[in-house]
């Protein structure tokens, strides 16, 4: 899966998260607002595009995901 393809970031993990169902890797919303050292609520209203990661979140959850540093820095 390529990030590059989506203009919102938030679109971009959310695929993430859906295709690592299938994967040996599992990601969760959970597991990623533990990451991004956030409340599960919070997570919820960036994925309901209420709110936005700040940077410092967003490259905790770039590095959650096991994102390169280009993909990172795209997102």
């Known amino acids: 899966m390529s990030v590059f393809r989506?203009?919102?970031?938030?679109?971009?993990?959310?695929?993430i998260i859906s295709d690592s169902k299938s994967d040996r890797r599992q990601f969760s919303?959970?597991?990623?607002?533990?990451?991004?050292?956030?409340?599960k609520?919070?997570?919820t209203r960036v994925f309901k595009k209420d709110a936005h990661?700040?940077?410092?979140q967003l490259f905790l959850v770039?590095?959650?995901?096991?994102?390169?540093?280009?993909?990172?820095?795209?997102?």
Do not use: K, M, T, W
């Open 6 to 15: 989506f203009l919102d970031y938030r679109d971009a993990i959310s695929e």
């Open 53 to 56: 990661f700040n940077s410092d």
């Open 41 to 43: 609520p919070y997570v």
């Open 62 to 75: 770039c590095d959650y995901l096991g994102l390169n540093s280009e993909e990172s820095d795209y997102l």
């Open 29 to 39: 919303y959970s597991g990623l607002a533990d990451a991004a050292r956030v409340q």
